[in-house]
Nanobody, 122 residues
């Protein structure tokens, strides 16, 4: 069984910074794309940033130049450094990963973390 566990959310003032981390654990054979999504109240979940196993990056236009995604393939982790935070960045942030697991059978699935709250407020 595979789990994604996030950490690092919290309350920050506009212009501040936060770093989110996500660790994948369990019977993992391989991890393909890892990324972060967010969902604000009353809005649909949206992609924030993602990185493939080959090192290709994709960012939402709204966070380009402010957020940086990184991953450590040896540790099965992905992080999101968020700088110059704005009020509109307030949301629950979810870790997402495309993983092939080996127990109880070899299977490729998409997994989500439980979510971590990021609140930007003065």
């Amino acid at each position: 069984q595979v789990q994604l566990v996030e950490s690092g959310g919290g309350l920050v003032q506009p212009g501040g910074s936060l770093r989110l981390s996500c660790a994948a654990s369990g019977s993992i054979f391989s991890i393909y794309t890892m990324g972060w999504y967010r969902q604000a109240p009353g809005k649909q979940r949206e992609l924030v940033a993602q990185v493939t196993s080959g090192g290709s990056f994709n960012y939402a236009d709204s966070v380009k130049g402010r957020f940086t995604i990184s991953r450590d393939n040896a540790k099965n982790t992905v992080s999101l450094q968020m700088n110059s935070l704005k009020l509109e960045d307030t949301a629950v942030y979810y870790c997402n990963a495309d993983i092939t697991s080996v127990v109880p059978a070899i299977r490729r699935s998409n997994y989500w973390g439980q979510g971590t709250q990021v609140t930007v407020s003065s």
